[in-house]
């Protein structure tokens, strides 16, 4: 049975990776982005990555600018419609009483 002292899944001698053996990290640069919310993000980029227009908001998801007075609009989402609702964007009330008409004429044997 192993001791509870031991810290699982390490080994002797491990600990975290320095800078030493991982190398030098590049030279890091910090760019405002402000979402329609008014929240402020500032991921690092690396000084000769090229920096994206915008940037998702990662405490609301809304689209971020670098222009603080104008930032992206949000993006317009649709509410949920029902199958009858779309029935209704593709058929007038007459096409809907002509099918109603034609279906009970064969409900009641006549066609």
């Known amino acids: 049975m192993a001791s509870g ?5 390490s080994r002797v001698g491990a600990g975290p990776m320095g800078e030493a053996e991982r190398g030098e990290s590049a030279p890091r640069l910090r760019i405002s982005f402000w979402c329609s919310n008014g929240h402020e993000t500032q991921p690092s980029f690396a000084h000769d990555a090229q920096v994206p227009e915008t940037w998702d908001c990662p405490r609301c998801g809304f689209p971020a600018g670098q222009d603080r007075d104008s930032p992206p609009a949000p993006p317009r989402t649709e509410p949920y419609k029902t199958h009858l609702a779309y029935v209704r964007e593709r058929r007038s009330d007459a096409d809907g009483e002509a099918i109603l008409a034609e279906a009970l004429a064969k409900l009641r044997g006549e066609i």
Request: glycine share 20%; proline share 0%.
């Open 5 to 9: 002292n031991a810290i699982r899944g």
